[in-house]
């Protein structure tokens, strides 16, 4: 079984980002294999059945951060272009552990990958 993990974090005031909303899909497919949001702390823990991984397919996780940043009272210069962050990534091993955290600002994100 594969395990699709993240936390994200508020860039802005160094808080975590819970509450976002984040689904994973199977780019080949179309087939979305969880929907679901980050918990109070911004921890999202996923178990893929070993099944559904394609090695050769790529899977698109979508965090709607702009549902998120609305509800906060940030004060902004200009306007609030991004409505998501898309990560696009590859699944090779069936059993790995794949931790994608997340830096949230505004109209700004930064990612990396921890195999964990």
């Known amino acids: 079984m594969a ?3 993240s936390h994200t974090l508020n860039g802005v005031d160094g808080t975590h980002a819970g509450g976002i909303a984040v689904s994973l899909r199977n780019l080949n497919t179309g087939e979305t294999l969880f929907d679901t949001a980050m918990d109070d702390g911004g921890r999202l823990v996923q178990d893929i059945a070993e099944d559904l991984i394609d090695p050769a397919a790529k899977y ?3 965090f709607g951060t702009g ?3 609305q509800a906060r009272d ?3 210069s200009g306007a609030q272009i991004m409505d998501e962050v898309v990560v696009r990534f ?3 091993d069936a059993a790995a552990r794949y931790h994608i955290p997340v830096i ?3 109209n700004s994100y930064s990612i990396w990958w921890s195999g964990e």
């Open 3 to 5: 395990v699709v993990s």
């Open 60 to 62: 698109e996780l979508v």
């Open 67 to 69: 549902a998120y940043w």
């Open 74 to 76: 940030i004060t902004r």
């Open 90 to 92: 590859v699944m090779t």
């Open 104 to 106: 949230l600002s505004p």
